[in-house]
């Protein structure tokens, strides 16, 4: 994972010498906004917005959920990159042929930051996906998962699902609580596990993240869904980290003090927001596994991707009825 300074690509790992080990995740640059109303300059079209993503990462991921549920493939072009991260960062190469890569069509890049010097020549900052483009203006409006999903489900309803709403206004302050949990503590929460570099750091990681992971289960135990009896942005922002748990977190990242499966709770819900339709299409567990254990020689350096667990993400999830995507 490496960084542009001043518009030059350097190939350098995130330093944690300042920190405690402790790893901190800086904050998205771009963060312009598409509005419905006219009060930007990004007015929400077919086809004028383009998404860069990786099938691995769960941020990126949960752009793709949207993207498909809310109906706006149509509207939203996407390119994937290659699973393997290497000295130049994200890129559109496929030497390998790995399924599910898609080029970048619309400016021709070869790596991920050639999009970002295309915006900005003189930028300085991690390189990371998601990122969304505008064809028009000729640049990016944004790089940060959270406000990009709130974008596509809410400002393009004009080219996808109206009737699908994740933040309705009446849930929102408690959706943003619940994010606002889920966030440093489980979302990045595993990283900070994986990527600590002092058994401090990894400890007071380890332990915040199995504190809310117990906390999430007894929630799930009392309702259906993390706000209430309808699924939100929230439990979307939840599932990204969840289906890749158990098959990189626990053992890549160090977060083995229990699977996702020895939850009853959080594993029938991960099993239930699987089955929404759409959604297993998002999910690549050759893309996820190959990008974690071939990309970060640091913590497996010798680039082998485990062949199991086994997962049965279609088996019953026992969580009540089918799958609600209404907003009845």
Known sequence: MGLLIDGTWHDEWYDTSSTGGRFVRKDSAFRGWVRADGSTEFAPAPGRYHLYVSLACPWAH?????????????????????????????????????????????????????????????????????????????????????EIIRMLGREFDACGDASLDFHPEALREEIDAVNAFVYPRVNNGVYRCGFATTQDAYAEAFEELFAALEDLERRLGAQRYLVGARITEADWRLFTTLVRFDAVYFGHFKCNRRRIADFPNLSGYLRELYQVPGVASTVDFEHIKRHYYESHRTINPTGIVPLGPELDLERPHGRGEAPDQTNA
């Not at 109906?71 to 030497?95: C, K, Q, T």
């Not at 790995?98 to 970048?104: E, I, M, R």
Request: aromatic share 8%; proline share 6%.
């Open 62 to 146: 949960r752009t793709l959920i949207f993207r498909k549920l809310k109906r706006l493939e149509d509207a939203i072009s996407v390119s994937v990159v290659h699973p393997y991260m290497g000295a130049e960062g994200w890129s559109f190469e496929n030497p390998d042929g790995t399924a599910g890569c898609v080029p970048d069509t619309v400016n021709g890049a070869r790596v991920l930051h050639e999009v970002y010097t295309k915006a900005d020549p003189g930028y300085t900052g991690r390189v990371t996906i998601p990122v969304l483009w505008d064809r028009e203006r000729q640049t990016i409006v944004n790089n940060e998962s959270s």
